[in-house]
């Protein structure tokens, strides 16, 4: 008969299977809303999780405020806000403090690519006029433009005399 009391003591105290008189009964909605909260604040208790996942004690104290809040109809800014100022050293909401710091690199990035492309067009068509193997003279490329055709019209003149 001791062990069975042990048993009970243990399933139901120990790990949490009697239910919580302190519980905290909320409508469908509010309970989605204090459920979008815990997902959204990160957990100063738990690093890199949210008060949801957060196994800690203390986290469920703050949980258990959120529904409080919650039930009492706060704006879920002021939640986040009233949930900051008891920490105010650490980030709960997981956002920069800038939110313009991607603005840099993206600038950059969409900078070196455009050069990118622009060297690569360079190199191509520059390649298909002749610049790239040094048969055009910079100073004057008329002369090997007017050659080219002059051969052209010779071969042209010989091919129309054979037929």
Known sequence: M???GWVFWLCFVQFGWAQDSSEISLSVADEQRASRINEAVLSPFCPGQTLATCPSPNAKVWR????????????????????QARIPE???????????????????????????????????????NG????????????????????????????????L
């Open 64 to 83: 258990e405020d959120i529904k409080r809040w919650v039930k009492a109809g706060v704006p879920s800014r002021d939640i986040a806000q009233r949930l």
């Open 131 to 162: 610049v790239a193997d040094g048969s055009l003279s910079s100073s004057n490329p008329e002369p090997r433009q007017a050659s080219t055709d002059e051969k052209l019209d010779a071969r042209l003149d010989e091919e129309l005399k054979q």
């Open 90 to 128: 650490k980030n709960l909401s997981g956002l920069p403090p800038n939110r313009w710091d991607w603005l840099l690199p993206a600038f950059g990035l969409g900078l070196a690519s455009l050069l990118l492309f622009f060297i690569i067009w360079r190199l191509r068509f520059s390649s298909m």
């Open 2 to 4: 001791v062990l069975c």
